[in-house]
């Protein structure tokens, strides 16, 4: 997509930021809202930290405008992606708003990660043009976008937010059904609902669950999903693994009683220092970077590769 649209990007926090610095580095004019003065006028540099952390050149940031004014954040956008806090009711409003406030033209997307959009579009008169834009934390770094389509939204609506994904160098795939929690989080969570069961039960510590994750089936996970995983074994084989292993697997439908115990006595991670295990302040620290050289080692190889297979389809 060569056209340079107007973006306008509604909170300005972790999620906000990342989400701007990719439309700046695709040379779309970003809008950047939020009702918190200091998050805003700490927005900038964070995404000029951004892309020094990816190699790119900061000034893509001169695409970037911040703003403490809803009604000109939007004004002539081509495309509202809201990422508020994870609140129905805030996001209902927000969203009513722009309803009546927005072009028709105007593509509106919500970053939630789990709400149904219906549920975020109810009551309006164009939910037509809503869909969900689930970018992964941090968006800068991972390259994934749920496109949610709801019963409602237009097909050519999904079609051009794919697009425009796309030509930013996302990776947008499109969910046809707009359930809780969408495709990546069910996984995740479903995963976590076992995790918590096994220590929960004694099986293991969260260390050693951990462990097993990273150092088993984890590590082949960046480049093996589980379905290929699947194909690549055999299909029975992976049947006569669920024959066992089903009827013994957790199905509690609810949060499970060992994570509400824990949240009820203030044992909430890492913030805390204490949550599935303890946590020293450098511990801390040291997965936090782990974790982000991880990401942007991955994030600055996918980029070269790009340019690389740019040049050799476009030589001289
Ligand atoms: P955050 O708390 O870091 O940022 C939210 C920002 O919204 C804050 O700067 C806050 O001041 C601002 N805000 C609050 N009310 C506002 C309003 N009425 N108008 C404009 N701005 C307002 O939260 P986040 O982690 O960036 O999450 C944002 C959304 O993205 C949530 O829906 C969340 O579920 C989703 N999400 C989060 C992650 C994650 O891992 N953090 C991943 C994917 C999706």
Redesign the pocket.
């Known amino acids: 997509m060569s056209e340079k649209l107007r973006i306008a990007v ?7 930021c990342g989400i701007a610095q990719v439309f700046c580095a695709a040379d779309h004019r970003v809008f950047l ?4 003065s200091r ?1 805003l006028e700490r927005a900038p540099e964070t995404i000029r930290g951004y892309c020094q952390l990816l190699e790119m050149d900061p000034s893509v940031s001169q695409n970037l405008r911040c703003k403490s004014d ?1 009604e000109a954040t939007i004004a002539d956008a081509d495309v509202v992606i809201e ?4 609140r129905l009711e ?2 209902r409003e ?1 969203f009513a708003y722009l309803d009546v406030s927005t072009s028709r033209r105007a593509i509106l997307a ?5 709400i149904p959009i219906a549920e975020i579009a109810a009551n309006l008169k164009t939910p037509d043009r809503v869909l969900g834009m ?4 941090p968006p800068h770094l991972v390259p994934l976008v749920e496109v949610v389509q709801a019963s409602q939204t237009r097909p050519d609506v999904v079609e051009r937010a794919m697009a425009l994904l796309a030509s930013a160098g996302m990776s947008p795939v499109h969910v046809r059904r707009d359930i809780p929690g969408f495709i990546g989080n069910r996984l995740q969570h479903a995963l976590k609902r076992e995790a918590i069961a096994l220590v929960a039960t004694g099986v293991c510590d969260a260390l050693t669950l951990d462990r097993v994750v990273k150092e088993g089936f984890g590590a082949r996970l960046a480049v093996l999903g589980p379905l290929e995983q699947s194909d690549l074994v055999g299909l029975d084989l992976t049947l006569a693994i669920h024959e066992t292993l089903m009827p013994d697997l957790d199905c509690t439908r609810e949060p499970h009683p060992y994570l509400r115990a824990k949240v009820a006595d203030g044992k909430l991670g890492i913030k805390a220092g204490v949550g599935f295990r303890s946590w020293t302040t450098q511990e801390a620290a040291a997965t936090q970077a782990r974790l982000d050289q991880h990401l942007a080692q991955t994030a600055r190889q996918r980029l070269r590769e790009k340019q690389t297979n740019h040049q050799s389809r476009n030589p001289g």
């Not at 809202?33 to 918190?36: F, G, N, S």
């Not at 919500?110 to 789990?114: G, M």
């Open positions: 509604l909170g300005a926090g972790r999620m906000g809202y939020d009702i918190d998050s809803l990422a508020v806090p994870e805030l996001k927000i919500t970053n939630t990660s789990a689930h970018f992964w934390n």
